[in-house]
């Protein structure tokens, strides 16, 4: 669980959030971008770490899952 300190108007207090973790173990810093329709945010956002992650482009990153499917998507392309 991740803890910070805040002031709230002179008053001082500690807000607690649990960490997210990567299917690995690993703190994920990471949500995968693979587009879902489905989804209300539009995209996978499993949250992944920096290791797992694949990055097709600036900004974007995958997770192993969709990751293979890109790949998959690129090789039926050629």
């Not at 209300?40 to 293979?68: E, F, N, Q, V, Y």
């Amino acid at each position: 669980m991740t803890c910070h300190h805040v002031n709230l108007g002179g008053t001082a207090a500690i807000v607690c959030t649990p960490t997210r973790r990567c299917k690995c173990g690993r703190r994920a810093t990471l949500e995968c971008d693979w587009k879902v329709p489905g989804r209300k945010s539009g995209t996978c956002d499993a949250r992944i770490c920096s290791s797992c992650a694949t990055s097709p482009a600036p900004d974007k990153d995958l997770c192993p899952t969709h990751a293979a499917e890109f790949e998959q998507w690129k090789a039926a392309r050629q």
